[in-house]
T-cell receptor
């Protein structure tokens, strides 16, 4: 089975711009979560989507948004970029089945640099 | 609130055994996960514990004590490729159906 894929892998933007990141989950996985990873804060939860509905949201400003499509693919958008948004953005998918406790499987991430 | 603590760094020698501890305080508990993350790469799933006790998977084992809010990851026969960050993560009812709350990770350096 193919793993979680994310595009693009690297992005350079300037302050004030907006960015859209894309994620395709493992085939059959309907839950997609997004995390931000920075050296200082570690991995922080952004939001989770299931069946095109946002099921949970982390403590991030409204500039961070996302959506999920009927094929479970997901996008996240960050508007009015700030320098502090520079981070690795990770997408993870999970399945309700199996004995791994609905473990999350991560994609390679999108590394965003805001100048 | 939720709080997960792990040591920041650990060092060990190739062939040795190392234990990475994790303590957590969460409002409710639905499982504890360990991930390995090599520099510049995504976290990869290592283990899952929801009941007290030891889960063994090859060279890696993970232990959980729910009453103590404590877990450890045990790595045996260390290899150079085990040099990585190890992340402890907890799922709780408050955090949602699939969401994980992560510790900041323990950077393990394995030396020859």
């Amino acid at each position: 089975k193919a793993g979680v894929t994310q595009t693009p892998r690297y992005l350079i933007k300037t302050r004030g711009q907006q960015v859209t990141l894309s994620c395709s989950p493992i085939s059959g996985h309907r839950s997609v979560s997004w995390y931000q990873q920075t050296p200082g804060q570690g991995l922080q939860f952004l939001f989770e989507y299931f069946s095109e509905t946002q099921r949970n949201k982390g403590n991030f400003p409204g500039r961070f948004s996302g959506r999920q499509f009927s094929n479970s693919r997901s996008e996240m958008n960050v508007s009015t970029l700030e320098l502090g948004d520079s981070a690795l953005y990770l997408c993870a998918s999970s399945s309700p089945r199996g004995d791994t406790g609905r473990a999350q499987y991560f994609g390679p991430g999108t590394r965003l640099l805001v100048l | 609130g939720q709080n997960i603590d792990q040591p920041t760094e650990m060092t060990a020698t190739e062939g040795a055994i190392v234990q990475i501890n994790c303590t957590y305080q969460t409002s409710g508990f639905n499982g504890l996960f360990w991930y390995q993350q090599h520099a510049g790469e995504a976290p990869t799933f290592l283990s899952y514990n929801v009941l007290d006790g030891l889960e063994e998977k090859g060279r890696f084992s993970s232990f959980l004590s729910r009453s103590k809010g404590y877990s450890y990851l045990l790595l045996k026969e260390l290899q150079m490729k085990d040099s990585a960050s190890y992340l402890c993560a907890v799922r709780s009812p408050d955090s949602g159906y699939s969401t994980l709350t992560f510790g900041k990770g323990t950077m393990l350096l394995v030396s020859p």
